[in-house]
């Protein structure tokens, strides 16, 4: 299984960003997905769309599945210390994979 991720970049406070993430290989339908930085939850969701968040990111982030492969966070009002790079994780029969990372840089 491997994971692509895709939409970081750099952007102002108070901006906005998407990310996006794809899984390829052998994923099956039940899964969990997310994104991480520096090893904090961001948000995650279920197969079955349940989500999750971090608390600094609840009310500006949103994480949504576009099937059991990919997975979008939309990132508003961002903050400077929202500032790092995300990985995007899959949770599969209890093991995990990560993407390579994107960086996102919010200037004050």
């Known amino acids: 299984v491997q994971l692509v991720e895709s939409g970081g970049g750099s952007v102002q406070a108070g901006g906005s960003l998407r990310l996006s993430c794809t899984a390829s290989g052998g994923v099956v339908s039940i899964n969990t997905m997310g994104w991480y930085r520096q090893q904090q939850l961001v948000a995650s969701i279920t197969n079955d769309g349940?989500?999750?968040?971090?608390d600094s990111v609840k009310g500006r982030f949103t994480i949504s599945r576009g099937g059991a492969k990919t997975i979008d966070l939309q990132m508003n009002s961002l903050k400077p210390e929202d500032t790092g790079v995300y990985y995007c994780?899959?949770?599969?029969?209890?093991?995990?994979?990560w993407g390579r990372g994107t960086l996102v840089t919010v200037s004050s």
């Open positions: 994780n899959l949770k599969m029969y209890g093991m995990d994979t």
């Open positions: 349940i989500s999750n968040y971090g």
